[in-house]
């Protein structure tokens, strides 16, 4: 029996199924490459791009049954009987048991000859309740304990879009106006003060003129909060030793109020070039990028913003979950000790050192810092966020949030001091 309070299918209700009729044809195409592997964001802009007639509510019933066949195929495989069932029928099982159709609507919309049978019991696991691969479902369970279920919930509905406001440009209050006077209306964050929800329908940001003047980046809320557990002033010397792309750089930058040194280093040549772009949007100026791993540096702060398995952010794709590599899951907490490691080593005597993740995985959070705490002299822990972060998101003294908790996208965080002398 399911504990969760928390319904997944309820947002299901609001989709305007009828205007599958006739497409049911497109929809089987499309869900057979899903279903076979292909990641459902970029099949199914191919088959928009290639039916672009399709009205609105066509091309949003068909983004909807694509994403969530492609999401509960374990619980819809179940519900028929046989995981290798024809695609039609996973359409079927979909519209008629998770979307609440009538089966006659069902049948018309997903193409099968006539209504087919279903089990009628409730899925026996959490893996097959919350379609998950089964070792996920038992890492899950592992991490989480009863909880697991209200998590494992929420990973089945997509997360908010939030924006992070750029304060190089603007202020969240002129910000939220100036996205009203664009048509997209947005809410104020409850955890960073940073943060704007984006209310109702997905909208086209990409299209807007706030985006392209630099006033704002899409980043989740509980990322927001890693950046601000660096608590960069302006004039220091930052290092951000795992940038990608700039996510965190651009915020930094912006706490820094483009007076100090702030150093990007990521193996990814191309991230970086990508960050350079966006910190010219953006109006971040300070930004020195390293192409190679920096030596000799003594930051004041350094943020280890590691590479991880990124089990919290499994919601923000439907097929996720399916791509994993449960043994590559192993190799990481070495990788992340060595950052670790070396991003201690250029961190000055008083100095911050963050060590910040996107998964729910003990082994690549607290064990990689307990660890390092054990066999590198000079650091300790430090309370997160104290004085301005939400006790909430405080789990044994590491910063720790989480879908089902807060809303936001998982995440750990660990704020190390080294000490002087
Ligand atoms: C979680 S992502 C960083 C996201 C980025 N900080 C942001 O906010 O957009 C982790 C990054 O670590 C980089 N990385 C992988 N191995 C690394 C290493 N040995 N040293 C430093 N960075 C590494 C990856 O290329 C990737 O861009």
């Not at 509980?222 to 004039?235: C, F, I, K």
């Not at 794709?317 to 070396?342: K, T």
């Not at 690549?364 to 300790?380: C, D, I, Q, S, T």
């Amino acid at each position: 029996m399911s504990t969760s309070c928390f319904d997944p299918l309820s947002r299901l209700r609001s989709v305007p199924w009828s205007a599958l009729h006739g497409l049911a044809p497109v929809a089987a195409q499309a869900l057979s490459l899903v279903l076979s592997g292909q990641p459902a964001e970029r099949v199914l802009d191919r088959t928009l791009r290639a039916h672009r007639s399709l009205s609105r509510d066509q091309r949003q019933a068909l983004a909807e049954a694509v994403f969530n066949v492609g999401l509960w195929r374990r619980r819809l495989g179940f519900l028929l009987g046989d995981p290798e069932s024809p695609v039609p029928a996973f359409l079927y099982a979909f519209l008629h048991r998770l979307a609440g159709l009538p089966a006659g609507e069902a049948v018309r919309l997903s193409g099968v000859q006539a209504p087919l049978a279903l089990v009628s019991e409730e899925p026996p696991s959490l893996a097959l309740r919350w379609s998950l691969p089964d070792w996920l479902a038992e890492h899950f369970i592992r991490e989480f304990g009863p909880a697991a279920e209200d998590f494992c919930a929420h990973l089945n509905v997509p997360g908010p879009i939030t924006l992070r406001v750029n304060r190089l440009r603007t202020t969240r209050e002129a910000l939220g106006e100036r996205l009203r006077s664009e048509g997209v209306e947005t809410r104020p964050g409850a955890l960073s003060p940073l943060a704007l929800h984006i209310v109702g329908p997905r909208p086209n940001l990409y299209g807007l003129d706030s985006l392209r003047e630099g006033l704002f980046e899409v980043q989740d809320e509980g990322s927001q909060l890693l950046g601000l557990l660096v608590e960069a002033r302006p004039g220091e010397t930052v290092l951000d030793l795992c940038s990608g792309a700039g996510g965190k750089t651009l915020q930094l930058g912006a706490a820094m109020e483009n007076r100090g040194r702030l150093l990007a280093y990521d193996p990814d040549a191309e991230r970086l070039d990508r960050l350079l772009q966006r910190c010219s949007r953006a109006g971040v100026s300070i930004v020195q990028v390293l192409r190679a791993p920096p030596e000799g540096v003594l930051a004041d702060r350094v943020l280890v913003d590691a590479p991880c398995s990124e089990l919290g952010s499994l919601r923000r794709g439907p097929d996720l979950r399916f791509r994993l590599d449960p043994a590559s899951l192993s190799a990481l907490p070495r990788v992340q000790r060595d950052i670790l490691e070396r991003a201690g080593r250029l961190v000055r005597p008083g100095g911050r050192l963050v060590y910040a993740t996107c998964t729910v995985n003990r082994a690549e959070n607290e064990e990689v810092v307990l660890g390092f705490l054990r066999e590198v002299p000079g650091f300790r822990l430090v309370p997160p966020g104290a004085g301005w972060l939400d006790p909430s998101c405080v789990r044994e003294g590491f910063l720790f949030c989480a879908p089902h908790l807060h809303g936001t996208d998982g995440f750990f965080a660990a704020v190390l001091e080294r000490v002087v002398g």
